[in-house]
């Protein structure tokens, strides 16, 4: 069975560090990983899907098949990156409908 | 455009009451899907609609869940009796095709006391 693991529960920065959120996974198949992003008082939105190969709001991240990793990175942090993150994989052969998440991440950028 | 509404946006119920649930998704997207995320646990996918067809309701935890969606459009999601256990946060999500990516809702937060 998948499995999205994110072993940072909380995670707190200060404004123009480097940032990471940690993102491991286990699935058999051939993985479709994403970010998702839930700011404070707003609803869960995409944030960036491997395949894409793009950055948003300065995140990138690379999918690692020899490590199951898909790590969240950016250079300098933002106060308005404060949010949770969630990573999350599809398990439907290409479609990304049916996601498993992982339990996500509070992001704190202090200022 | 207007985004996947739901409603409520809160429900507090006794245990063995009855909740019915409901997501407008955005117009014009056949795609609409069911998670839920409990205490402690991780955001989990319940059931995925097709204009009015169930395609997988593989997530659907037991026969107390009832989920419609009637002409395609709105959906609702009932559970009936409402245990303690099934606390937790309701997100309706749509999208135009399955490979587009999903719009969720703000949820329902279901407190069964």
């Known amino acids: 069975a998948q499995r999205v693991t994110q072993p940072e529960k909380l995670l707190s920065v200060f404004k123009g560090a480097p940032v990471e959120l940690k993102c491991n996974y286990s699935?058999?198949?051939?993985?479709?990983l994403f970010w998702y992003v839930q700011y404070s008082r707003q609803r869960l939105q995409l944030l960036l899907r491997?395949?894409s190969r793009e950055s948003i709001k300065g995140f990138t991240a690379d999918l690692n098949k020899g490590e199951t990793s898909f790590h969240l990175k950016k250079p300098f942090a933002q106060e308005e990156d404060s949010a949770m993150y969630y990573c999350?994989?599809?398990?439907?052969?290409?479609?990304?409908?049916?996601?498993?998440f992982g339990k996500g991440t509070l992001l704190t950028v202090n200022p | 455009e207007a985004g996947v509404t739901q409603f409520p946006s809160h429900s507090v119920i006794e245990k063995g009451q009855t909740v019915t649930l409901r997501c407008d998704p955005i117009s014009g997207h056949d795609n609409l899907y069911w998670y839920r995320r409990v205490m402690g646990k991780e955001i989990k996918f319940l059931l995925h609609f097709v204009k009015e067809s169930k395609q997988d309701e593989s997530g659907m935890p037991n026969n107390r869940f009832l989920a419609e969606r009637t002409g395609g459009t709105y959906s609702t999601l009932k559970v009936q009796p409402a245990e303690l256990e099934d606390s937790g946060v309701y997100f309706c999500a749509s999208s135009q095709d399955v490979d587009s990516p999903l719009h969720f809702g703000n949820g329902t937060r279901l407190t069964v006391t």
């Open positions: 999350a994989l599809s398990s439907s052969g290409g479609s990304n409908y049916k996601l498993t």
């Open positions: 491997h395949i």
């Open positions: 699935y058999s198949g051939s993985p479709e």
